[in-house]
Structures are given as structure tokens and as C-alpha cells.
């Protein structure tokens, strides 16, 4: 995928991504930019009051701003945060098989709302945030299918505990929205929010 403000931005600063996702980092090296991962330490929280997907964006900002406090001024540091969200209730990440047998099971022929939110600080200034929201549609999956993928290990480092690039994927019938979104980094509106920032340099 072509980010040119992204790419833009790149020349104008050095990115840091604040995250520990390799799927993140994966996709954000696909853009072509040049750009060094730091880990943020802000810890998640899989029951938030309010809003959820305002939730996502406010994690997002903090994991940005940690970062932005350690890594120095001048740096463009892009926080991330991708929740689950079915019937308006935030599904996080796994803490062990049975919570990620139980997730899939409740998933299991409905459909749930993927939200990443994105996040650019500079100098621990917030610069642009916004989020994504993609519609994924489950098939109806037999228990037996989920506790075999369960034991494959793969879900217990991701939101709504599958992933959809890998052996999650037979999970799922459909989605309407962006696929990399649903990845964890949604790389359209991380250009269009790279594009907001270049033109408050400018």
C-alpha cells in the first residue's frame, strides 16, 4: 500500500512505532518507511467504563505518550491500540485458553465491530488520533473447531482472541471495512492522520 504522507513525514521525522505487535510491525513495514519499534509499558485494560472504541483511542494516545516520554524530543511516535467489540461490550485479549475458547464461542455466527485506534505524538504532544471501525461476520464455528485452533496457541496474544491473516482465518464468513484494520493498523487512516500532522509542520 502507497502512504505517501506517511513517507512524507518520514523524511521529516523519525517514526517510532509503540508497539509490541508483530503484525503491526509487519504492516507498517510494508509502507516502505524507515522506522524503530519501542514497546510501550501502559498497561491494558479489558473492562473500560464508557464508550469503548473511545476506550481504544484513549490507550492508543497513552501508549504514544509513554513512549514519546522516554525516547526523546523530536521523535514521531505512533501508538496503537485494537479492541473487539460485540453487543457494545469491549472483548480484549485472552489471559488463558478457557477465556479464549469461551471468546470464540460467544463470536461463533454473529457479528462484531473491530476497532484500532491510531494516535501521533511529538515532543509528548499530541499531533492526530482517530480510529477504524471494520464489521467481521463469524461463521458458525463447532466447538470442536475452536478448542482445536485454541490449542494452537495463536489466539492468546490478540484482541477477540483469533487472527484473521492466520489460522483464525476459516473463522470468519466476511467483513465490510479494511482488512488491515482488523490486522491491528489500519494504514489508510494512519496516512490521512500522517497527512494532518505534515500539514501542521508545514
Do not use: W
Amino acid at each position: 500500500m502507497t502512504c505517501n504522507n506517511l513517507k512524507k513525514l518520514s523524511q521529516k521525522k523519525e517514526i517510532i512505532l509503540a508497539s509490541a505487535s508483530p503484525r503491526r510491525l509487519k504492516l507498517l513495514g510494508e509502507t516502505g518507511i524507515a522506522f524503530r519499534q519501542i514497546i510501550s509499558d501502559v498497561e491494558e485494560s479489558n473492562n473500560p467504563a464508557g464508550n469503548p472504541f473511545e476506550h481504544a483511542l484513549t490507550l492508543a494516545k497513552m501508549k504514544a505518550m509513554a513512549v514519546s516520554a522516554v525516547s526523546g524530543d523530536d521523535k514521531l511516535v505512533i501508538g496503537a491500540d485494537t479492541i473487539v467489540v460485540l453487543d457494545n461490550k469491549l472483548i480484549g485479549k485472552p489471559e488463558n485458553k478457557n477465556e479464549a475458547r469461551e471468546i470464540l464461542l460467544r463470536l461463533s455466527g454473529k457479528k462484531h465491530v473491530v476497532c484500532t485506534a491510531l494516535a501521533m505524538v511529538c515532543s509528548a504532544e499530541l499531533l492526530a488520533s482517530g480510529y477504524e471501525l471494520t464489521d467481521v461476520y463469524f461463521n458458525l464455528v463447532s466447538e470442536k473447531a475452536i478448542v482445536d485452533y485454541v490449542s494452537s496457541g495463536e489466539p492468546m496474544d490478540k484482541a477477540g482472541a483469533y487472527g484473521i491473516q492466520g489460522k483464525g482465518g476459516f473463522l470468519v464468513d466476511r467483513i465490510e471495512g479494511e482488512l488491515d484494520n482488523v490486522i491491528g493498523l489500519p494504514r489508510s487512516l494512519l496516512d490521512k492522520l500522517a497527512g494532518e500532522v505534515c500539514l501542521k509542520m508545514e
